[in-house]
């Protein structure tokens, strides 16, 4: 669980959550979960952004991605266009599922084109929120995609939670239908998250979240 115990502006007491939803099962817990998830994660967005959002929900597989797609605020003209204002994810939910036959692989890397390395230097991936192992996909307008450091994206040790992302990633793939979500956490205007909060609701019915640094 993420180490406050008492939830601050932008946090989420997933506990408390997951003990509401102790006196449902099956199915009905699934589901009330998943929806008192997405009310929480949308409250706490707006808790951490002060600007004008346009959150939708959009469902890509067995996943629901609450986006904040500000670019059709500009393109409507409600605000003026601010290249420090980036559309990007709220909340990735749902349940694991097998990888699609064929990665998109083309379009992920004309995701940010040749310029991430560039901007963000050598230690930068393009990173899924839910990963194509367990069900993630890229599929057109990239709601999925963020800028993740590599040896976190990657598992490896050189990230001091690396290894632990992978066993949850790797977790959710291995046992499909598990219940998890990704929840990036802003500090800035941009869409690349300074943490992640990554949620697994295990097979003996443990919830088991962590939160992994982005910067």
């Known amino acids: 669980m993420p180490p406050s115990d008492i939830p601050?502006?932008?946090?989420?007491?997933?506990?408390?959550?997951?003990?509401?939803?102790?006196?449902?099962?099956?199915?009905?817990?699934?589901?009330?979960l998943k929806e008192e998830l997405i009310y929480a994660a949308c409250d706490a967005y707006l808790a951490m952004t002060g600007r004008p959002t346009a959150i939708a929900c959009i469902a890509q597989g067995t996943f629901?991605?609450?986006?904040?797609?500000y670019?059709?605020?500009?393109?409507?003209?409600l605000v003026p266009p601010n290249p420090t204002m980036e559309a990007r994810l709220v909340l990735a939910v749902g349940r694991s599922a097998p990888r699609l036959p064929k990665r998109d692989d083309a379009?992920?890397?004309?995701?940010?084109?040749?310029?991430?390395?560039?901007?963000?230097?050598?230690?930068?991936?393009?990173?899924?929120?839910i990963a194509y192992a367990m069900g993630g996909v890229v599929d057109g307008f990239e709601l999925?995609?963020?800028?993740?450091?590599?040896?976190?994206?990657?598992g490896w040790k050189a990230h001091p939670k690396g290894p632990l992302y992978r066993r949850m990633e790797d977790y959710c793939a291995h046992n499909r239908g598990t219940f998890c979500f990704s929840?990036?956490?802003?500090?800035?205007?941009?869409?690349?998250?300074?943490?992640?909060?990554?949620?697994?609701?295990k097979s003996d019915r443990e919830l088991w979240v962590e939160q992994f640094d982005n910067r």
């Open 144 to 154: 999925n995609v963020f800028v993740q450091r590599r040896a976190l994206n990657r």
């Open 107 to 129: 379009r992920l890397r004309g995701w940010a084109g040749p310029t991430l390395r560039e901007a963000y230097g050598p230690g930068w991936d393009r990173g899924h929120f």
């Open 183 to 201: 929840r990036p956490v802003y500090v800035d205007e941009s869409a690349k998250p300074a943490s992640i909060d990554f949620g697994v609701l």
């Open 8 to 32: 601050g502006p932008g946090e989420i007491d997933y506990r408390a959550l997951f003990d509401a939803s102790a006196e449902r099962s099956g199915e009905d817990r699934m589901e009330w």
């Open 64 to 69: 629901d991605y609450i986006y904040d797609d």
């Open 71 to 77: 670019a059709s605020l500009e393109a409507q003209g």
